[in-house]
């Protein structure tokens, strides 16, 4: 079983979380209120397989027809039943196969319906790590990929995306990575509409491009403000409307970000670094608001905030899942997970009312029966004659010695 640890926090909410990893597992953790909040693996769906690497993950938590899609590494796209782990389709990115250095490098699950789509079909976007966007429709009856309605087109010219995001409004995305700038595409045309402007040279002359590793959308309301993390361990805030170069860059150690994510508020921004370092800024004084407590021993992959309750997760190359304390910065939980993550995803639907009968029902049972049983064997049981030890009987011998010397002293003075 997994090794879990947990801090004593009383404000530890309810929560189930799906994590991916690099053999194309996908586990289900849950915490509930009764266990005090520790964090339990409580499912595992697929075999192990490294072709089957989960690269990307998007989840449409509604309440009704909710879907899990995943991107492997072998171009492969799922789309799984979040609650039962149900395979709803599998499709291939391209009708003719990926190239190998082609894999994909960003997925979203479109969580609005688009006008131009079947009650029973899911529209998705994808990204490959060479720049081909694509704009799809899957029917889920039949598991087939529509062409009819597939959008494909260019994101970049050269270089690679190492990531993407889609608006939350679902209208917009952005992409960016090595030897890309960042661009914003608008999705309804689809057309680009705004894109970064390269750093200046240095003092001596000397041109460093910049390597995109994460990005992500600062406000649900406003698609033209925009933070990415680099490799050069930097966190950039950019504005759509102000300039093409980065309003505010900060620093934060030595090594690369690697995963950032926002939060409800619009303007605290949270990120994890190569070295396992989580932290969280404030945007709008360009401040690091403290690092969370606890060090991981890997780099982190992948944050995920929870959409209502004030908790935040991390995974990564250490194989654990963390849950993490907004407002103390605390660690909460910590789940061992034995393989490397690749990312994480909360599904807001669940409840800690949800409980398994059948086993509770078993258990009951059990405890009358054993108890039964155990009264039965104590009645039957009879008394048994205490044996004499060795050294009882030794004790004895030396009593009658002392007693026979005693005895013949007696006769000797009469």
């Not at 509930?32 to 697929?46: E, I, N």
Request: with cysteine.
């Amino acid at each position: 079983m997994p090794r879990t640890t947990t801090l004593e926090c009383p404000g530890c909410p309810p929560l189930k979380a799906l994590t991916f990893d690099v053999l194309g597992l996908v586990k289900v953790i849950k915490a509930r209120s009764k266990d005090g909040g520790v964090a339990k693996v409580v499912k595992r769906w697929g075999d192990p397989d490294s072709s089957k690497a989960v690269v990307a993950a998007s989840i449409d938590d509604s309440k009704s027809n909710p879907l899990l899609a995943v991107a492997r590494k072998n171009g492969l796209i799922e789309g799984l039943s979040p609650i039962t782990g149900e395979v709803c389709f599998s499709v291939s990115n391209d009708s003719t196969n990926l190239a190998v250095d082609d894999s994909i490098a960003g997925l979203h699950l479109f969580k609005k319906q688009r006008l131009d789509s079947s009650s029973r079909s899911r529209n998705m976007l994808t990204c490959t790590t060479k720049g081909k966007a694509t704009l799809s429709t899957v029917e889920l009856h039949t598991g087939s990929m529509s062409c009819d309605s597939k959008e494909a087109w260019s994101v970049c010219s050269s270089g690679e995306i190492f990531c993407c995001k889609v608006h939350d409004d679902e209208g917009f995305s952005v992409y960016g990575g090595k030897g890309v700038e960042l661009n914003i595409w608008d999705l309804e045309k689809p057309v680009k509409i705004w894109n970064s402007k390269s750093p200046p040279k240095n003092s001596l002359g000397i041109f460093t491009p910049t390597i995109f590793t994460s990005v992500t959308f600062l406000n649900k309301d406003d698609h033209r403000k925009v933070v990415a993390g680099t490799n050069e361990h930097q966190v950039r805030f950019y504005d759509v409307s102000a300039q093409r170069r980065p309003v505010l860059s900060v620093d934060f150690r030595e090594t690369p970000i690697k995963a950032v994510a926002e939060d409800l508020d619009g303007h605290t921004i949270y990120f994890g670094n190569g070295a396992g370092d989580l932290a969280s800024i404030d945007i709008r004084t360009g401040k690091v608001l403290g690092c969370f407590v606890g060090k991981c021993s890997g780099s982190i992959r992948s944050i995920a905030r929870h959409p209502e309750h004030s908790i935040v997760a991390s995974c990564g190359l250490d194989s654990y899942l963390r849950v993490w304390d907004i407002e103390s910065r605390q660690l909460l939980s910590a789940v061992y997970l034995k393989q490397h993550l690749t990312n994480v995803v909360f599904d807001s639907n669940f409840s800690d009312e949800e409980t398994v009968t059948a086993a509770t029902d078993q258990g009951e049972e059990d405890v009358p029966c054993n108890t039964k049983q155990q009264s039965e064997n104590e009645d039957e049981a009879l008394p048994v004659k205490r044996k004499k030890t060795p050294k009882d009987g030794k004790q004895k011998t030396k009593k009658k010695a002392k007693k026979a010397k005693a005895e013949a002293d007696l006769d000797d003075s009469e």
